[in-house]
């Protein structure tokens, strides 16, 4: 979105905000275009911010999105489905794994890795516990 969309976008969400009826706020927009309007589009970017400023000093606040929430540690659930594996085939010790991850990826310890590289070994472990028949839950 460019600044000019966003900036009509936050003007409308002031408006809402405040509780100005369309007579308020296009006496706003006069005052500060000094003629007559009666949109938000019609005003250049300066104006426009002026209006903002405005509003700001007339109680408008500026809240921002809480966004989404963040998602699990997936590197932290990768590490500990390698473990498991690594205990179903046997209680295999971690420098298994690490051995994976050097042969595979020239990386010393598998808890270095990236999460797309912890995937590939949790895929050769599966692998590997399918051939010997391991529970793979």
Known sequence: MNLTAKQIQLIHIGKSQLGWDRETY???LTDIA???????????IE???QVLD???????KLTAKKGRAKPINA?????KKIQAQ?????????????????????????TW???DDLRKIVAALTYQQNRSGADTG
């Open 26 to 28: 296009e006496c706003l």
């Open 34 to 44: 000094g003629q007559p309007c009666t949109s938000s589009k019609a005003l250049t």
């Open 47 to 49: 104006q426009r911010s």
């Open 54 to 60: 405005r509003m700001k000093a007339k109680g408008f």
């Open 75 to 79: 590197k932290a659930a990768l590490v």
């Open 86 to 110: 690594l205990i179903s085939l046997g209680n295999l010790p971690d420098s298994y794994a690490d051995a994976m991850a050097k042969r595979m990826f020239s990386v010393e310890m598998y």
């Open 113 to 115: 890795l990236d999460v």
